[in-house]
T-cell receptor, first 114, second 115 residues
Framework: DTGVSQDPRHKITKRGQNVTFRCDPISEHNRLYWYRQTLGQGPEFLTYFQNEAQLEKSRLLSDRFSAERPKGSFSTLEIQRTEQGDSAMYLC????????????FGPGTRLTVT | AQTVTQSQPEMSVQEAETVTLSCTYDTSESNYYLFWYKQPPSRQMILVIRQEAYKQQNATENRFSVNFQKAAKSFSLKISDSQLGDTAMYFCAFIYTGTASKLTFGTGTRLQVTL
């Protein structure tokens, strides 16, 4: 399977704990995106990387959130001191270089904070 | 800032029938793309169809077609010969071509195809 992969698919954590999610984009894609989707809503943009550079961050990405893409390949999204409001589906997407805007999505990581 | 509005939270259609999902958007940009994405239950989001704003001709992909009205900022999706596998959430999305970065999504329409 050469699509976008995300790990884990599901995560249950207690409030106050830290969690980290991983995204592996399609291999030739240099752009990587993180979105958050809450129940009954469309995905909301969190942040965007081109290669290893983080080029844009949403104001939704509070100080408790950090994303990295150290070698321009996989990316991690960490949430520190989780809150119940962080419960959501976290989606990763990737796209080709050269300006083609189509984004290919992974299956998502569903986070439940108890 | 761009906004995307989908005013139909849920729709139902019988198998083999035709259904149209509505989407309106607001932007001051002139160069952009519009997309319809499909998100089946517990499965990942996939692209259904795309439309470049500078193209006047409406996009078609097999049973899926769009009605793009740029002046009215309207972008509806028509599904012909509906199949049970079309049951899913459908999201309308906008992206500005200047940066080709974030997609702005609507709230989605849940489509149920029935026998």
């Amino acid at each position: 399977d050469t699509g976008v992969s995300q790990d884990p698919r599901h995560k249950i954590t207690k409030r106050g704990q830290n969690v980290t999610f991983r995204c592996d984009p399609i291999s030739e894609h240099n752009r990587l995106y993180w979105y958050r989707q809450t129940l009954g809503q469309g995905p909301e943009f969190l942040t965007y990387f081109q290669n290893e550079a983080q080029l844009e961050k949403s104001r939704l990405l509070s100080d408790r959130f950090s994303a990295e893409r150290p070698k321009g390949s996989f990316s991690t999204l960490e949430i520190q001191r989780t809150e119940q409001g962080d419960s959501a589906m976290y989606l990763c997407a990737s796209s080709l270089p050269g300006g083609d805007p189509e984004q290919y999505f992974g299956p998502g990581t569903r986070l439940t904070v108890t | 800032a761009q906004t995307v509005t989908q005013s139909q939270p849920e729709m139902s259609v019988q198998e083999a029938e035709t259904v149209t999902l509505s989407c309106t958007y607001d932007t001051s940009e002139s160069n952009y793309y519009l997309f319809w994405y499909k998100q089946p239950p517990s499965r990942q989001m996939i692209l259904v169809i795309r439309q470049e704003a500078y193209k006047q001709q409406n996009a078609t992909e097999n049973r899926f077609s769009v009605n793009f009205q740029k002046a009215a900022k309207s972008f509806s999706l028509k599904i012909s010969d509906s199949q049970l596998g079309d049951t899913a959430m459908y999201f309308c999305a906008f992206i500005y071509t200047g940066t080709a970065s974030k997609l702005t999504f609507g709230t989605g329409t849940r489509l149920q195809v029935t026998l």
